[in-house]
C-alpha cells in the first residue's frame, strides 16, 4: 500500500510539472501576440532558451539554495539517493519546482520585450534562477534563516503563500520591473517631454488569446498541484482558482471596456492572486480577489505606461508584481474565518512576507541586470529596434516570404 502511495504522488506531482511546463508555451504566445510583428520569432526563442538555462541553473545551485540539496554536484550522494528511492519522487518534486522557477524569466521577457539582447539576458537568467529567486523561497518555502518560525513565534502564524502569488509571480514581476528600469524604454516610445508617442498594439489577438488559454488552463496544474502529495490535494483549491478566474475576466472586460488584450489578461489577474490563499478563502471570497486583481491590471498597467513612463511590454509587473501583492495581502483578509476562510493566518505575517518577498526581488533584480549590463551592455541599438529582434538577431522573419520558382 505505501508504494502504491507513493507512486500516486510520482503521478500526481508528474502531472503537475507537466501542465505548468506547458504554461510556457502560453507564456510564449501571450508575449508573441502581444509584441510587434518584427519581434515575434524573438519572444518564441527567449522563452524556449531561458527555459534551458534555468534548469540547468535550477539543478545545479538554485535548487539547493532553496532546499539545501545540490542534485546536480550529488553532494553526499544527494542525486544517487533521489534515483532511487520513493519511485523517484524527490526527481519529480525537482521537475515541478523547476519549472516555477522557469516562469521567473519567461515573466520578466515579457516586460523586455523589444530592445533587449539575447545572450546578456540568458546570463541574467541564469543567475536570478541561481541565485535571486531560490533565495526568497527558501525562505517561504524551507523555512530558511528562521524567518517562518520568528514570523509564527511574533504574529502566531507563518507567511502563507500556497502556490507562489509572492514566491513566484511578485518575485517575477519585482525583477521585471529592476530589469525594465536598468534597460530603459523602446527607442522612440515617449518623446522629450515624456509623452507616449508611439503606440503599439497587439500583433495577433488570436496568438495572444492562445497564450492567455493555455496559462489559464495549466494554471490549475500550478495551484492544485502544489499540495506535491495525492494526500493534501484540495477541491477547494480547484474551486478558488476557478472564481478567481473568472472574476478576473469579469473585472477586465467591464473595466477595460471589451478591449481583448485586457480581457485575456484578466484571468491571469485573478489567478496570480488567487495562488496564495487558494487553500484557506472560501470560493466567495476568490472571487471578490479575481475581481479586485483584474480591475487592478487594467488601471495599473495604464498607469504604468502613461503615467510612471515605464515601458513595461506586456505589462508583467502589474500583472504579476502587483496583483501578486495583492493576492498575498488578501490571504490576510479573506483567509480569516470572519470571512469565510479557513484561518489560521495572520495579517502582519502575510505584510511582512510580501514586503521581504518583494524586496528580495527587487534588489536582486537590480543588482543582477546592473552587473550584466556593466559587462555585456543589455540593450539593442536603435538601428537594431527599428529592423526588429527577428532579423537583427535571429536572421529571419516570423512569417518568410516565399520564394516563387
Not at 30 to 54: C, R, W
Not at 155 to 174: M, N, R
Not at 314 to 331: E, Q, S, T
Request: charged share 10%; with cysteine; hydrophobic share 55%.
Amino acid at each position: 500500500m505505501e508504494q502504491l502511495t507513493t507512486s500516486l504522488d510520482v503521478l500526481f506531482i508528474l502531472l503537475g510539472a507537466i501542465l505548468v511546463l506547458f504554461m510556457h508555451a502560453g507564456f510564449a504566445f501571450l508575449e508573441v501576440g502581444t509584441v510587434q510583428h518584427k519581434n515575434q520569432v524573438n519572444a518564441l526563442v527567449k522563452i524556449m532558451t531561458d527555459l534551458g538555462v534555468s534548469t540547468v541553473a535550477y539543478f545545479f545551485i538554485g535548487y539547493g539554495v532553496a532546499y539545501g540539496v545540490f542534485l546536480g554536484f550529488n553532494l553526499d550522494g544527494q542525486l544517487t539517493q533521489a534515483m532511487t528511492e520513493k519511485s523517484g519522487y524527490e526527481l519529480v518534486k525537482f521537475f515541478f519546482l523547476m519549472t516555477f522557477a522557469a516562469a521567473i524569466p519567461a515573466i520578466v521577457s515579457g516586460g523586455i520585450a523589444e530592445r533587449a539582447r539575447f545572450y546578456p539576458v540568458l546570463l541574467a537568467t541564469f543567475l536570478t534562477v541561481a541565485f535571486i529567486y531560490p533565495l526568497f523561497e527558501g525562505m517561504a518555502w524551507n523555512g530558511n534563516f528562521g524567518f517562518q518560525a520568528w514570523l509564527e513565534s511574533s504574529y502566531g502564524a507563518p507567511f502563507h503563500d500556497f502556490a507562489g502569488s509572492i514566491v513566484v509571480h511578485a518575485v517575477g514581476g519585482w525583477i521585471a520591473l529592476a530589469a525594465i528600469l536598468i534597460l530603459g524604454a523602446r527607442h522612440n516610445r515617449y518623446n522629450a517631454q515624456g509623452k507616449m508617442q508611439h503606440v503599439y498594439p497587439p500583433s495577433s489577438i488570436p496568438f495572444l488569446a492562445l497564450g492567455a488559454w493555455i496559462l489559464s488552463v495549466g494554471w490549475f496544474g500550478f495551484n492544485v498541484m502544489s499540495a506535491q502529495a495525492v494526500e493534501g490535494i484540495q477541491g477547494l483549491v480547484a474551486m478558488n482558482s476557478l472564481m478567481a478566474m473568472v472574476g478576473g475576466i469579469l473585472a477586465a472586460t467591464v473595466v477595460g471596456d471589451k478591449d481583448p488584450g485586457f480581457i485575456h489578461n484578466g484571468p491571469l489577474a485573478g489567478l496570480v492572486a488567487i495562488c496564495a490563499g487558494s487553500d484557506v478563502v472560501s470560493p466567495l471570497g476568490a472571487l471578490v480577489i479575481g475581481l479586485v486583481a483584474g480591475a487592478l491590471f487594467v488601471k495599473a498597467f495604464t498607469w504604468t505606461q502613461k503615467t510612471l513612463k515605464v515601458d513595461d511590454v506586456l505589462g508583467v509587473w502589474p500583472l504579476h508584481g502587483l496583483c501578486g501583492v495583492w493576492g498575498a495581502i488578501a490571504v490576510g483578509i479573506f483567509g480569516s474565518t470572519a470571512l469565510g476562510g479557513l484561518g489560521g493566518v495572520a495579517m502582519m505575517s502575510q505584510i511582512l512576507g510580501t514586503l521581504a518577498g518583494v524586496g528580495v526581488a527587487l534588489i536582486g533584480g537590480f543588482i543582477v541586470y546592473w552587473l550584466v549590463n556593466k559587462l555585456m551592455t543589455l540593450r539593442m541599438s536603435d538601428e537594431d529596434q527599428y529592423q526588429g529582434a527577428d532579423l537583427s538577431i535571429h536572421k529571419i522573419h516570423a512569417n518568410p516570404p516565399r520564394e516563387e520558382f
